[in-house]
């Protein structure tokens, strides 16, 4: 892997948020005749004040085409950010619809959705689960009682993947970011790399009448397997260049994680950890792959700066993922030193001509 090197670079794009307001109802299959459901509940990972959780849901009655799952919070708890269904809060009531590419369930079909939350004073799993408006007890029929399969909490440094959307569509920007087991997860951090990413898809637009798609769930966030020290000094020489140490490690995780190749003719992957040694970490790209560290991670959150050099920095390492080498010198274009000055540059038409007929040319449309 040839990776071009530029230090100080850029941030990564972030989560869509979840919409609070009043429930949704969607329907069953007409003419039901047998109901039933089963929900397993885990809570995936804990912090002071907020947690994840991910939530299987079992149909074992007749099938339906179109589901809600409703349940109560105790008072404190709140969901913040969901995947793979529409999450909405009235009070402590909450309401799960599914999207749209999971609300057909067979008999014994399942699926899966997850979410973020807040707690205060403690956070419970919840005692009964309906399922259009039926009670989940484990069996089909009539339904007295709940028996949903509860999940101790873990300690907040366990390893788990609460953004996980599920594996997404190919011939797209698939984003990561990875959250070590001692970083408080941040709403800021998958919201502004979100921000970049489409900021980011905005300029390839306009430079190149074509662009790249993102995903659903733009930045899946990744609950790490190890603490900050261990992705800054794992690997990594303590005499020698440091500069790629946490971004390789980062991206060695992600593959075996997610079953990914390097690169990868499926997706081209931005990889963002919040882990640096500071003054020496640093970033680069690839075609096929942009890793960068925490200091891009922090300017995509609004905490390193002015955005400018954030979104800049993104289009110049999307470049490189695109398969374009840095400029030789500062022409004004976004492969020099003149990202700078975004928005105020521009590729040229060689450049064009080389992302679009380049390895992963195929993926703008």
């Known amino acids: 892997m040839r990776l071009q090197r530029y230090r100080g670079l850029v941030l990564v794009a972030a989560t869509v948020g979840l919409v609070a307001g009043g429930a949704v109802v969607a329907g069953t299959s007409a003419g039901a005749a047998v109901a039933g459901c089963r929900v397993t509940y885990t809570i995936s990972s804990q912090w002071q004040g907020g947690f994840g959780a991910d939530v299987a849901v079992t149909n074992l009655g007749d099938p339906i085409n179109g589901w809600t799952l ?30 749209g590419y999971n609300g057909a369930l067979g008999t014994g079909g399942s699926t899966s959705f997850g979410f973020n939350g807040t707690w205060s004073g403690s956070n419970p799993v919840p005692a009964t689960f309906r399922l259009n408006n039926v009670l989940c007890t484990g069996t089909a029929g009539p339904t007295t009682s709940a028996s949903p399969t509860r999940s101790a909490s873990p300690s907040p440094s366990a390893s788990s993947t609460p953004g996980n959307p599920g594996t ?7 984003v990561f970011w990875l959250k070590p087991t001692d970083v408080a997860f941040d709403q800021r951090y998958p919201d502004g790399i979100a921000n970049v990413m489409r900021e980011a898809q905005r300029y390839y637009r ?19 397997e190890h603490d900050t020290n261990w992705y800054i000094n794992t690997n990594c020489d303590p005499n020698g260049d440091r500069y790629w140490c946490v971004v390789f ?17 499926r997706w081209l992957i931005v990889g963002e950890i919040s882990a640096e040694d500071v003054g020496r970490s640093g970033g680069g790209a690839s075609p096929g792959w942009v890793l960068l560290s925490g200091h891009d991670a922090d300017g995509g959150a609004g905490r390193n700066g002015p955005m400018n050099r954030w979104y800049g920095g993104m289009v ?4 490189h993922g695109f398969g374009l ?10 492969m020099s030193a003149s990202f700078y000055n975004y928005p105020n540059t521009h590729f040229s038409q060689a450049q064009k001509n080389a992302i ?9 449309s």
Request: hydrophobic content about 35%; glycine content about 10%; proline content about 6%.
């Open 70 to 99: 409703t349940w109560s919070f105790a008072p404190g708890q709140s969901v913040t950010q969901a995947w793979n269904a529409t999450v909405t809060q009235t009070g402590t009531s909450v309401s799960a619809v599914n999207a």
């Open 168 to 174: 997404p569509g190919t011939k797209t920007v698939r």
């Open 206 to 224: 306009q430079e190149l009448g074509k662009t790249f798609a993102l995903n659903a769930t733009v930045v899946e966030t990744v609950n790490g």
């Open 249 to 265: 490690n980062m991206q060695a995780e992600l593959r075996r994680r997610f079953g990914l190749a390097n690169p990868d003719n």
């Open 316 to 319: 110049h390492e999307l470049g």
């Open 325 to 334: 080498p840095d400029s030789s010198s500062t022409d004004g274009t976004p």
């Open 356 to 364: 679009l007929a380049g390895p992963y040319g195929s993926f703008l």
